[in-house]
């Protein structure tokens, strides 16, 4: 089967997004597990529990993010570069933030002083609410514009600072970035938990799942009537590589809803993640804790599906050299590249798909008390 150049960009467009969504799923229920593991874990055991709810897994679902941050540096070069660079101390941040699981997850039981333990607790919340609030502000800042342009050698330069990152909207999408995993994490507690720690894990899923509409809704209102959106006036041949300078951009009021205009279907996306959202609290509060976690699925992926719709076909805005902004048309590497990397996914990406679920279903079960105290050594 051959595939030409355009389209193979558009397909590595939706992989990079496919794997993204993965990550969030996955690794998004066990950072939730993370973020709650101080809050509502009411005693050693229950924080045991929460703990090896995840321990079979957690290390597993971050392979979706390395594949995912290597299909970036494949597939768009230039955007790794320039995400890498203009976004380096966030990127340092949540490196170092990320540290504290694995070590965490390992020694937190070595002591039985509850200073010790407290302290890894703590540590955990940090390594897993730290990054999703630094992923969220990176979207945010996508859909404002980054301050960065190409010199005429293609090297990237990025003109804004850390604060910079730190404006209202992009903490207000870094929230609603939190507010989705601590969603997904309870309704996975709630399938996996029992007694009081369930009780709480539900209550906290119909707490985060009204926040998450309120938020989800108020950003959609402050994107659609207070931020300018991208347009491509003129575009270079599709064929062409690295060739981001060559077009012509402008902004407009509004800009970032023109995909739904264009492309109907579009519109799927936001309801998805309304109709996710409101399924985590009705399922919720009927105790259907299987149901709740497919409907925080179900929002996660049509919010960030949103994300990437509204941006299309841009992949990294430029707020201060605006036909600059990199796209999917213009920020591919080259067709041999794609080529090589399409049959690479296709034979592995199935792989890790089929053995991540056959350990999902071969250590499935509720976790209690009487399953900590039975496996006090063998278990985190």
């Known amino acids: 089967m051959t595939l030409d150049y355009e389209t193979l960009k558009l397909i590595w467009w939706a992989l990079i997004g496919v794997l993204l969504?993965?990550?969030?799923?996955?690794?998004?229920?066990?950072?939730?597990?993370?973020?709650?593991l101080p809050l509502?874990?009411?005693?050693?055991?229950?924080?045991?529990?929460?703990?090896?709810?995840?321990?079979?897994?957690?290390?597993?679902?971050?392979?979706?993010?390395?594949?995912a941050g290597g299909a970036l540096f494949a597939a768009w070069p230039l955007v790794y570069a320039m995400a890498f660079s203009g976004f380096y101390l966030a990127m340092m941040i949540t490196l170092f933030a990320l540290f504290f699981r694995p070590v965490g997850f390992d020694y937190r039981s070595k002591l039985s002083s509850p200073a010790w333990r407290t302290s890894w607790d703590w540590g955990i919340f940090v390594g897993s609410a730290v990054p999703p609030v630094i992923f969220g502000v990176a979207f945010g800042n996508l859909l404002i514009g980054v301050p960065f342009h190409f010199d005429e050698f293609m090297r990237p330069f990025y003109t804004g600072t850390f604060l910079h990152l730190l404006n209202p909207f992009s903490l207000l999408t870094g929230v609603i970035?939190?507010?989705m995993v601590v969603m997904h994490g309870a309704t996975w507690l709630q399938m996996r938990t029992l007694d009081g720690l369930e009780a709480r894990s539900r209550?906290?899923?119909?707490?985060?799942?009204?926040?998450?509409?309120?938020l989800f809704a108020t950003a959609g209102g402050w994107l659609t009537y207070s931020i300018d959106g991208f347009v491509i006036n003129s575009m270079p041949d599709a064929n062409l590589a690295f060739t981001p300078e060559q077009k012509q951009v402008s902004q407009q009021a509004g800009a970032w809803l023109t995909n739904y205009g264009l492309y109907p279907w579009m519109v799927a996306a936001p309801i998805l993640g309304f109709l996710g959202a409101i399924t985590v609290y009705i399922?919720?509060?009927?105790?259907?804790?299987?149901?709740?976690?497919?409907?925080?699925?179900?929002?996660?992926?049509?919010?960030?599906?949103?994300?990437?719709?509204?941006?299309?076909?841009f992949i990294m805005p430029s707020s201060t050299a605006i036909n600059s902004s990199l796209t999917l048309w213009d920020a591919t590497s080259s067709l041999l590249t794609l080529q090589i990397m399409f049959w690479v996914a296709v034979i592995f990406i199935p792989i890790i798909a089929l053995y991540s679920f056959w350990t999902y279903r071969k250590m499935w079960r509720q976790l209690d008390t009487h399953f900590i105290r039975s496996n006090q050594h063998t278990t985190y």
């Open 21 to 36: 969504i993965v990550f969030a799923l996955t690794d998004g229920f066990d950072m939730g597990v993370g973020t709650l």
């Open 177 to 179: 970035s939190l507010t």
């Open 203 to 214: 209550s906290t899923a119909k707490l985060t799942s009204l926040l998450l509409i309120i």
């Open 283 to 313: 399922s919720a509060h009927n105790d259907r804790a299987g149901l709740a976690f497919v409907g925080s699925s179900l929002a996660i992926t049509g919010i960030i599906l949103t994300a990437g719709f509204s941006l299309f076909p």
């Open 40 to 67: 509502i874990g009411n005693s050693d055991e229950e924080r045991r529990i929460m703990l090896n709810s995840i321990g079979p897994h957690w290390e597993g679902n971050q392979v979706w993010l390395v594949t």
